[in-house]
């Protein structure tokens, strides 16, 4: 009878009978292989095979499943549910030079069904995507949940946060910022984060909007001339450092507003739209939570405070060029 040896392990021997034999013979090497009496007799089921249970285990169907991949960390801090978020969404993870094309193309698909139940939660999205979306443009990382982010920024973030505004904007951010900080820098631990971020949004909206007239009237030569009559009205002008002459004063943003009349003002300082309005609640809940209102700046330090406000103040500023694009399609907003 033909047979096949086998080396399995531990110095054990397999013989495999060639023909249809229903026999296995296991045996030491040190036993005789050509005398019969030396096999031990297994008796198996011939159509079922044998398989060591070594080679089992490097068997490709039996691989321990690969470990599921890492979650994606977070681009910010509202979680989308819309169609219309969710693909944005996407594409600005997987592709955002397709960003572009696939808002206009939820914006069509919106004006032609006017009527569609969840147009509302759409347009907000769509605008909290475009938000997210300029955040990454400018290579600035956004918070994502309050208290758990780190914010304490380095120089270079806070560098990029304020390269997002005109020279004329800063200098009023500073203002705010500088306010911020007296009022609430020395305590913050009675701080009420929630409701600073929010009115650190509406400022930075408000602030983007009308600086935007101002260098239009700007650049179009258009600006009230100064008069300035006396030393405390000078304060409001951007004097030139190497001229100490009152005569030699530029207009600035902030005698700008001052020299608005009420009723503008008053058309300033409204967000405009609806969807707007509710972002920013949904944004500051999603930020500090269900007790965003209560929520206190414990141990957040001076310089974690000043990027907070920094970027409430960009998120506003967004959300107005957000909204200028989405009504530049169609007039999409109830104002």
């Known amino acids: 009878m033909n047979m096949k040896v086998c080396s399995l392990k531990s110095g054990v021997v397999a013989v495999f009978p060639s ?3 229903s026999s296995l013979r296991f045996l030491s090497p040190s036993l005789n292989l050509r005398s019969s009496n030396s096999f031990t007799k297994l008796k198996i089921r011939a159509e079922i095979p044998i ?7 490097y068997s490709p169907c039996n691989r321990p499943p690969p470990p599921p991949p890492p979650p994606p960390q977070a681009m910010a801090p509202l979680q989308l549910k819309s169609p219309s978020g969710k693909l944005l969404l996407h594409t600005l ?24 139940a969840d147009r509302h939660d759409n347009l907000e999205e769509i605008l909290y995507c475009i938000i997210v979306h300029k955040f990454t443009e400018n290579s600035i990382r956004m918070i994502t949940m309050i208290p758990t982010c780190q914010l304490d920024y380095q120089e270079e973030d ?3 946060l304020e390269a997002a505004h005109t020279d004329d904007a800063m200098d009023m951010i500073e203002g705010h910022l500088t306010f911020v900080q007296d009022k609430f820098g020395a305590h913050p631990g009675k701080l009420r984060l929630g409701k600073l971020y929010s009115a650190s949004v509406k400022f ?14 700007k650049k179009m030569d258009t600006l009230p001339t100064v008069h300035v009559g006396d030393v405390e009205s000078a304060i409001l002008y951007d004097c030139d ?11 600035g943003l902030r005698a700008y507003i001052r020299g608005l009349d009420e009723e503008t003002l008053r058309r300033f300082a409204t967000v405009r739209s609806e969807e707007a309005m509710s972002l ?10 269900d007790s965003a209102m209560s929520a206190l700046a414990s141990g957040i330090g001076s310089s974690g405070l000043a990027m907070l406000v920094l ?17 530049s399609k169609c007039k999409f907003f109830t104002c």
């Open 19 to 21: 023909s249809s034999s």
């Open 51 to 57: 398989i060591p249970k070594f080679v089992k285990a």
């Open 93 to 116: 993870t997987a592709h955002p030079h397709l960003l572009p094309s696939t808002i206009d193309q939820q914006l069509d698909r919106l004006e032609a069904d006017a009527a569609a």
């Open 158 to 160: 806070r560098h990029k």
């Open 204 to 217: 930075g909206y408000y602030l983007k909007r009308v600086d935007e007239r101002f260098q239009l009237e």
């Open 241 to 251: 450092d190497e001229e100490d002459d009152l005569d030699n004063l530029s207009y």
């Open 280 to 289: 920013i609640g949904k944004h500051e809940k999603a930020l500090f939570g």
């Open 311 to 327: 970027e409430a103040v960009a998120f506003g500023s967004f959300l107005w060029e957000a909204e200028c694009y989405i009504e």
